[in-house]
């Protein structure tokens, strides 16, 4: 049985993206204000001590222009996972993070590799073919968006900047993919017209009710109902007499 979720807005699916967006500029603040390198922190690839860059990687950024791309990204992205796939927005997010991390581990070059950008291609890539995946209209017309905005991004998972941690874009985009097919169940609650919803009642169906039980139309429904909860009902008896004639 697939499962379902409607799109009910919360304050929270804005609070929790821009917390995130607030949190990478502190960080950033805090490095500039008492001289502090946090790059170190960077995923370092194959070796013991850049596997805590998993973690703290997207929180490091080398330079405003750096966090400044990466930072309304993330919290347009962030939001629409938060809106569209409330059920499992905090498993793509945490999946993403520690899976992005770790294959940019294993096929990165020696060197720190910071930023969210790896997050950002999980987002961008999740939401594509999730929506492509689910073929509910909604989230078809999600996934177009996404393209029609974050489409030049595609070709940063190649390795056409040696300033670019391609192997974090790349390792992001193939996490994104991989979990749209883990998650690939609907999530959205699909539209149902009125007679299909199980409390349906033809009776105050505001259609039905312009016809009698004949199918003849009733042009003023409202004259007609109130006519009839103010006239009581009717009871005729018929009486029958009984032949008291004998053979």
């Given amino acids: 049985m697939q499962k ?10 804005l609070i929790y993206p821009l917390f995130f967006g607030l949190t990478i500029w502190a960080v950033y603040w805090f490095e500039l204000t008492f001289g502090y390198d946090f790059s170190d922190f960077g995923v370092y690839p194959r070796t013991l001590k850049g596997l805590r860059g998993i973690v703290f990687s997207p ?108 192997e974090g874009h790349l390792s992001g985009f193939f996490v994104g993919l991989l979990l749209a097919l883990i998650f690939r169940k609907e999530v959205l609650r699909k539209e149902k017209y009125e007679w299909e919803r199980d409390d349906y009642n033809e009776e105050n169906d505001p259609f039905l009710r312009h016809f009698d039980e004949n199918g003849n139309f009733i042009e003023n429904v409202e004259e007609t109902i109130s006519e009839a909860e103010s006239t009581p009902p009717k009871v005729i008896y018929h009486y029958k007499e009984k032949d008291s004639s004998t053979d």
């Fill in 4 to 13: 379902d979720e409607s799109l009910d807005f919360s304050l929270w699916m």
């Fill in 59 to 166: 929180f490091i950024h080398s330079s405003v222009e750096h966090l400044y791309s990466n930072t309304l990204p993330i919290m347009i992205l962030s939001s629409a996972l938060f809106y569209f796939y409330n059920k499992i927005s905090w498993k793509v997010l945490l999946f993403g993070i520690l899976l992005s991390g770790f294959f940019t581990w294993l096929i990165g070059r020696p060197a720190n590799h910071i930023g969210a950008s790896g997050l950002i291609y999980v987002l961008v890539s999740f939401i594509f073919f999730k929506g492509i995946f689910a073929k509910n209209k909604r989230l078809i017309a999600l996934s177009l968006v996404t393209v029609f905005a974050y489409g030049s991004m595609f070709w940063f998972i190649f390795p056409i900047d040696d300033k670019i941690s391609w």
